[in-house]
């Protein structure tokens, strides 16, 4: 093993037993966690991308269940994080082109679909009238009164 895997091997144990130093280490290897992300992408990860956040906490997984016996840590983390990106990519697949109900339905209209689906009106008043009505016209019925 060369020094720098020693020295990443030493942060890692480290960071196993002290969340800060697992958020340095993180913040450390950002770039490493970003291109690794690039990789899978085909191309660089905005901030806004869920697959960087997942390629993050892939990383922090790596750094929890290292242990020296796997082998070098980057390469151990670099699997992780493109095996977690995978995973995320075909749960994605299976829901595109479905409708979220929670979605905006366009930059010039206000709420979402599960508003304009929404009826505001309360219909438990209806049907406790309907059903008044229903009983009222089978007791005249039942008193003789037959409508005219």
Known sequence: ????????????LAAQEDVYAAD???????PYIRAETAKFLQRPPADSDDELSIAMIA???AICGYDKGRGAFLPYAATLIRSRLIDYDRKERRHRG??????????DEDGTLLDTLSDPSDHSNDLILREATAHEIVRHRADGDQPS
Do not use: N, T
């Open 1 to 12: 093993m060369s020094r720098a895997e020693h020295d990443i091997v030493r942060q890692v």
């Open 59 to 61: 990383f922090h997984e």
């Open 98 to 107: 479905s409708l979220s109900l929670d979605e905006r339905r366009g930059e």
């Open 24 to 30: 340095r280490l993180i913040e450390q290897y950002l």
